[in-house]
């Protein structure tokens, strides 16, 4: 039987916030939770949209705190900051693709391709830190730099402690199958992310060597899936779980701003059933946050 302090939740830019963290952790106390990447401008410079998302870990379970940067200091200064707010490790993003990132940056993916600033980056956050501090990246940066294993190499010998690693090139961004090499001779533990959703997935991934999964996309419209993968079952009664999640949201952002982020996140619950699309139509209309309750009341059949 799978346990849930071996499937991870992957960090996810706009998704993996702290209400959504929490309903996760309510049906997969254990699991082991990446926050929405942060650049560590923003948290050194204490941006305040930033300060809300790492503000207040102490009471959260396992929770990686995930910095992207390519400013070797910076990115020190910021693992010491989100060590002290209460992040149970650091992991350093080396795998967004995005031009903001990628691109204009020199961070995330940019790493892949140069590992000398990657090294320089991971031995810095290593040294600034008591707490653990772990790597997401990709396969390569293309199908000619498949290069994962060197950067797997140069981790270990920094002190990074295990890498995420995600099936894909920079170059395939989500497209196409995640594929998942062999890690098995890898120094240090590696977490599979790609195209997990099921119990099979899983043992695939151990018997190539991953020390446990990472999910991303199976998390959205079903905050269930890391229990069910365990063999827990679906909700009966999915409005509840929406409601709730809602909830969270106004709480810590306020209506104002939690509603129009909420809009994803319903057409996501209620995709595939019957009227779903008018469903979002509507909620999308929504601005009020006792219409938008009735709303999926009614959806889910709950009046
Ligand atoms: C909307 C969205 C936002 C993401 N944000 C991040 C992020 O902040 N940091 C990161 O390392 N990966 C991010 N990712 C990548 C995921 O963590 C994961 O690697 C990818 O979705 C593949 O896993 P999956 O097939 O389980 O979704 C994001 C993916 C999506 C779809």
């Given at each position: 039987m799978l346990c849930d302090n071996q499937i991870f939740a992957a960090p996810m830019a706009g998704i993996t916030d702290r209400p959504f963290r929490r309903i996760v952790?309510?049906?997969?106390?254990?699991?082991?939770?990446?926050?929405?990447?942060?650049?560590?401008?923003?948290?050194?410079g204490a941006h305040k949209n930033c300060l809300r998302n790492?503000?207040?870990?102490?009471?959260?379970?396992?929770?990686?705190?995930?910095?992207?940067?390519a400013d070797v200091n910076l990115m020190a200064d910021a693992a010491r900051i989100l060590q002290d707010a209460g992040a149970k490790w650091i992991d350093i993003?080396?795998?967004?693709?995005?031009?903001?990132?990628?691109?204009?940056?020199?961070?995330?993916?940019?790493?892949?391709?140069?590992?000398?600033?990657?090294?320089?980056?991971?031995?810095?956050?290593?040294?600034?830190?008591?707490?653990?501090?772990?790597?997401?990246?990709?396969l390569g940066w293309d199908d000619a730099h498949r290069d994962w294993r060197n950067l797997i190499d140069i981790a270990a010998d920094c002190g990074v402690r295990f890498a995420a690693l995600h099936?894909?090139?920079?170059?395939?961004?989500?497209?196409?199958?995640?594929?998942?090499?062999?890690?098995?001779?890898?120094?240090?533990p590696v977490i599979a992310n790609g195209d997990i959703r099921t119990a099979d997935d899983v043992k695939r991934a151990y018997d190539l060597g991953y020390s446990g999964v990472m999910i991303g996309r199976g998390l959205m419209g079903a905050p269930w899936i890391i229990n069910q993968i365990c063999g827990g079952c679906a909700p009966d009664n999915v409005g509840e779980i929406v409601l709730r999640h809602l909830e969270y949201a106004i709480e810590y952002y306020g209506a104002a701003t939690?509603?129009?982020?909420?809009?994803?996140?319903?057409?996501?619950?209620?995709?595939?059933?019957?009227?779903?699309?008018?469903?979002?139509?509507h909620v999308n209309q929504i601005t009020d946050a006792n219409l938008l309750k009735v709303a999926i009341r009614e959806f889910w059949g709950m009046i």
């Open positions: 952790r309510e049906f997969s106390p254990n699991a082991p939770m990446v926050t929405e990447m942060i650049s560590c401008h923003s948290i050194v790492f503000d207040n870990y102490a009471d959260e379970g396992a929770i990686g705190a995930q910095i992207f940067g993003n080396m795998g967004c693709p995005v031009p903001k990132v990628a691109t204009r940056a020199g961070a995330g993916a940019h790493l892949m391709q140069d590992h000398k600033l990657a090294g320089n980056i991971m031995t810095a956050v290593v040294r600034a830190v008591q707490i653990p501090v772990s790597i997401k990246t990709r099936g894909r090139t920079r170059a395939q961004l989500y497209l196409g199958g995640a594929v998942h090499p062999d890690v098995s001779t890898c120094p240090i939690a509603i129009p982020m909420f809009r994803k996140h319903a057409a996501w619950y209620s995709a595939g059933m019957p009227n779903s699309s008018a469903f979002r139509i």
